[in-house]
């Protein structure tokens, strides 16, 4: 299994590591499935291809950053504003999700299942705080997805980099700010030790998906009860993913004070002009091919119900349990 991440990074790379062993003890030592971390055997952004051409049977990575095969990958990551990580699941499951993640992928010879999510991830690491649009104007970030489009459009110099050179791209100066994951990652990256204005939540990944990748002529030599088992041991890794990430970055977040870091809200008026560019980018992923406009019609119908409901239950709930809340 070759994956987009440095080896054992926490979360993604500790829930490509749960998945193989998963997978190993699931089938009885029958499917043996080896990790390698990004660039150990391929790039981190080429794993995808690894995957394809059978160069490695499985991959570990996120589908946004493959997306130039075909804008249709974006759905599978995550969208600005868009679902959470439950309501991703909801989709892929219930709502023909995964049926449009398969036909985006079959063309390549590739099969894909959700394997984790990190939950809601943070904004972004800052030098200086961000009070005004003027303030992101030629800003060079890394910034992954179609927020990377979204901010572009607000005056933001965009870089897509592997998670692994954030650090030293901050520390020479050759970026000015960067979103990673969250408070566990971020820290754990040395993000705090460059920049200490933090701003949450990430309006481009409200719960975006990690995804096992499976080569499809190595899937369907597998017989049946082992295909079974890939498909469990990931679902059960996923499981576990969302939770992980969720226990962790409560425990690194608590930490943030003491590290000079000030947390930050985005000011009023930034969000309405990432929403307002998140609305043209989206439309413009919408009609880009045939595909897309199926994938957004099923997406964008569960979304709305989702939000509607979101509203009255979850967002009204974590409003009563925080005390002293008006």
């Not at 050759?174 to 566990?184: F, S």
């Not at 919408?286 to 897309?292: H, I």
Request: with cysteine; proline share 6%; net charge negative.
């Amino acid at each position: 299994m070759v994956t987009s991440w440095p080896k054992g990074a926490p979360g993604v790379g500790t829930s490509a590591d749960r998945l193989a062993a998963k997978i190993n003890e699931m089938s009885g030592g029958r499917l043996t499935v080896t990790v390698y971390g990004a660039g150990e055997l391929v790039p981190p952004f080429e794993v995808f291809d690894a995957v394809s051409s059978g160069t490695a049977e499985m991959g570990h990575g996120a589908s946004h950053f493959w997306s130039g095969k075909d804008p249709a990958f974006n759905y599978f990551t995550g969208l600005p504003f868009g679902l959470t990580a439950h309501e991703r699941i909801g989709w892929l499951t219930f709502g023909g999700g995964q049926a449009l993640w398969d036909e985006s992928y079959a063309p390549f010879g590739v099969r894909a299942f959700f394997a984790g999510s990190s939950g809601v991830q943070a904004g972004g690491w800052f030098r200086e705080p961000i009070k005004t649009l003027d303030d992101l104007q030629g800003l060079k970030m890394r910034i992954a997805g179609l927020g990377g489009e979204v901010l572009r459009q607000l005056g933001v110099t965009v870089t897509l980099m592997p998670p692994g050179d954030i650090f030293g791209a901050m520390t020479s100066g050759t970026i000015d700010a960067a979103e990673w994951v969250g408070p566990w990652n971020d820290i754990a990256f040395g993000l705090p030790d460059v920049a200490k204005h933090y701003y949450l939540p990430a309006f481009h990944e409200p719960g975006p998906a990690l995804e096992c990748l499976v080569n499809e002529d190595a899937f369907g030599a597998l017989p049946k009860d082992l295909q079974a088992i890939v498909q469990a041991a990931a679902g059960a890794a996923a499981l576990e993913s969302l939770g992980e990430f969720t226990f962790y970055n409560a425990q690194a977040f608590a930490t943030l004070d003491d590290l000079g870091v000030t947390v930050h809200t985005w000011p009023k008026d930034i969000v309405t002009a990432m929403r307002t560019a998140s609305d043209g980018v989206l439309k413009d992923l919408s009609e880009a091919n045939e595909l897309c406009r199926r994938i957004h019609a099923s997406y964008s119908s569960y979304r709305s119900k989702a939000v509607i409901y979101a509203n009255a239950s979850e967002r009204e709930m974590l409003r009563l349990r925080v005390k002293n809340q008006p």
